[in-house]
């Protein structure tokens, strides 16, 4: 969807699994295999992280471009990613 959406508003998408990873913003864990209750908690790190940017990207596009269409596609990303974050927060505890 994000892919479709650069490219309908000009853009050049990432083609390669090289360039998704060299500007990813997650983090693979590495080392020991964490306990289930800790991949929680780390994925809800990340949740959290990608929900700060999208609130970002939301503000820039409301405030810097008449985009509102891609405004509209991280609100509705947002509003998944808000309700995964806070089922992980309730499996993991911090609530």
């Known amino acids: 969807v994000i892919a ?11 083609g390669s699994m090289r360039d998704m990873v060299k500007y990813a ?9 964490p306990k289930a209750k800790q991949m929680i908690v780390n ?4 949740y ?7 609130r970002e990207g939301i503000i820039i596009l409301e405030e ?7 405004k509209k596609m991280l609100e509705d990303i947002l509003e998944k990613y808000e309700k995964i974050a806070w ?6 505890g911090k609530q």
């Open 64 to 70: 810097d471009t008449c985009d509102f269409g891609s």
């Open 43 to 46: 994925l809800l790190k990340q």
């Open 4 to 14: 479709e959406r650069v490219r309908a508003v000009g853009g050049m998408a990432l």
């Open 48 to 54: 959290e992280s990608q929900i700060l940017e999208m």
């Open 87 to 92: 089922i992980l927060r309730s499996l993991s």
């Open 25 to 33: 913003d997650l983090k693979e864990d590495i080392g020991k295999t």
